[in-house]
């Protein structure tokens, strides 16, 4: 069985509270690495420390937030080593077009894409000398197809997308690998709350694998994509949603 080995490696993880991100934290905890992590609410700080252990630095950060951002950014500069950058934290909201305030628009890029944006900025400037790195952004399978109500999240998850395929061939050169997972529809806080059972229920027939995704399976796919394992993919968006979007 093939084992990730992040020993000595510092990642960092945002939106690391719930979700796929606290899978991806707490499983690179336990291949060794040293995290740095952040969360909107601070009062979740020693929950989070008391659930998952090990060596951690937490950052209470609102990526909607300009000051709170560039507090996050001026700390990364700070930052003797980062090795791994997950950029997980993102926001949903259902409107139609018509309906989207400017305000809500504009909120969900800032998180979404322009955070990730200037995060893998802020990373790489850290990553370029040592000549490795590895990012991974956690995209959607809804910024590969859509549904109704989704233009601000679908938008942003496409321009995540872009973000990663750019990104990725600039810093090709230093040895900075970037790739976005693309989960479907994963059993995650955000999911539970804006569905309901029956609508989770009603979901699983339109997925070929019959049911939905368990946080640790879309975590698996990001540590490979994280680690020394990977050594030639990279500019990548990796779908995995038990093949609804092959129907």
């Known amino acids: 069985m093939i084992e990730f080995d992040f020993q000595n490696q510092t990642a960092l993880v945002t939106g690391a509270s719930r979700g796929i991100g606290k899978q991806v934290a707490r499983d690179l905890l336990e291949c060794g690495a040293k995290l740095i992590v952040t969360a909107t609410d601070r009062n979740k700080e020693s929950a989070l ?3 998952l252990g090990g060596a951690i630095s937490f950052f209470a950060v609102d990526f909607s937030d300009e000051n709170s951002t560039q507090h996050l950014l001026r700390e990364i ?5 980062i090795d791994v950058c997950i950029n997980n934290a993102g926001i949903l909201q259902y ?4 309906e989207i305030p400017v305000s809500d628009w504009d909120e969900i890029h800032a998180v979404n894409l322009r955070a990730p944006f200037l995060v893998t900025q802020a990373v790489a400037k850290i990553m370029k000398p040592r000549g490795y790195g590895r990012i991974v952004n956690i995209a959607s399978l809804w910024g590969h197809i859509t549904m109704r109500e989704r233009t601000a999240y679908t938008s942003s998850k496409f321009g995540l997308r872009g973000l ?5 061939v600039d810093l090709a050169k230093d040895n900075i690998l970037v790739n976005a997972v693309s989960p479907g529809f994963t059993l995650t806080e955000m999911l539970k ?7 989770l229920q009603e979901l699983t027939k339109s997925i070929p694998l019959g049911r939905l995704a368990e946080t640790s399976e879309i975590s698996r796919a990001v540590l490979f994509l994280a680690s020394k394992l990977n050594t030639y993919i990279t500019g990548q968006s990796l779908i995995i949603d038990g093949g609804y979007s092959i129907l």
């Open 49 to 51: 420390r008391n659930e």
């Open 77 to 81: 500069g700070l930052s003797a080593r």
């Open 95 to 98: 409107q139609p077009i018509t």
């Open 164 to 168: 990663t395929i750019n990104s990725a």
């Open 193 to 199: 709350n804006t569905r309901s059972p029956d609508e």
